[in-house]
């Protein structure tokens, strides 16, 4: 597998961007399998996602290196696979849990309630972990007899993105965009009934959330992107929409606390995938009389725990940013933040003598 992976590198790979139309395509080839797809039982359904799970797993190694190679995240902090064969086995056993309610609390009647699939559901993934949200959108709506339409981001189509590390690399993004739909394939997922796109907000994003035969809508990412697609759905036919948006992860140390510990978790959480992950911290509140020690600590263990480089090999846990845009504007708020007064304790500018999106 290294091997012919090594020959990938050569090649040049642009993704199709979905237009108008083929979006459009897609919804109504959900719309076509909705009704067969949803008429399965559960254990049918599941049967699919099982066949699924053992694919990803078997598969993990190639999705690590892929995503080491489309957007830098390191092999070492590859779990996506793992995480996303374990969500399908899950939901594969779920089907049935998803139950309406009964009341007899009016006098003289039994009030009942059902729980039915909406119909056409489009899921809009993220870019920093894209396998795991991919499944976490997928395998609760297919399990209780949706269809779906799936657009991956534009930095990372399906775990992948625009991003160079060396003169080799340019666009290497449809290959794992194109193994986990083979995935899917093998699988014996019936035609339709999950359909995965690639594109911009603006075009293919957009259409999905003004759609009037897209039923609901999970995205995670930006607020502002959320309040957009809020909108949409809202002036089109009210569809129900899941948002899941960007926020703040502070953490809070006292004097109490095991420092050593405390440094190393909360060094790991802002350095992990690179620094790529909503769920840094990117705000440490330490109590006065054990900041001075907090921050020697932190500033070690950071040191240490940082090995810089090819995402591919080993020992090296921090890769490239994902893109150029994401690299500038990381550069931008570090120069804001000195400007503003702050002190930089250690790293902070780009990586000196490595060509690429190095922080």
Known sequence: MEENFLHLLCLTIVVHEASEQETNNAVAAAKAAFPAWSQLSPNKR??????????IREHTNELAALEAVSMGKPLVHFFDARVAADRFDHYAEAGYNVQGTTSVQTPGYLN??????????????????????????????????NTVVLKSSEKAPLTVSKHRYSRSLRRLNEIQSVKVATLIQQAGFPPGVINIITGFGNVSGSILSQHMDVRALSFTGSSRTGR???????????????????GKSPAVVFDDADIETAAKQTANSIQWNSGQTC???????????????????FKAQ??????????LEKGINHGPQADEAQYKSILEFLESGKQSGGELLVGGSAALGREGYFI
Do not use: C
């Open 302 to 311: 950071f040191e240490k725990a940082v090995a810089i480089g090819d995402p």
């Open 112 to 145: 009942m309630t059902l729980r039915q699939p909406y119909g056409v559901v489009a899921a809009i993934i993220p870019w920093n972990i894209p396998l795991y949200f991919l499944a976490s959108k997928l395998a609760p709506a297919l399990i209780v007899g």
């Open 279 to 297: 769920v840094a911290n990117s705000r440490v509140y330490v109590q006065d009389t054990v900041a001075d020690k907090f921050i020697e600590v």
């Open 46 to 55: 599941g049967e699919y996602f099982k066949k699924l799970a053992s694919l």
């Open 228 to 246: 957009i697609i809020q909108a949409a759905a809202a002036k089109s036919n009210l569809k129900h929409v899941h948002l899941e948006l960007g």
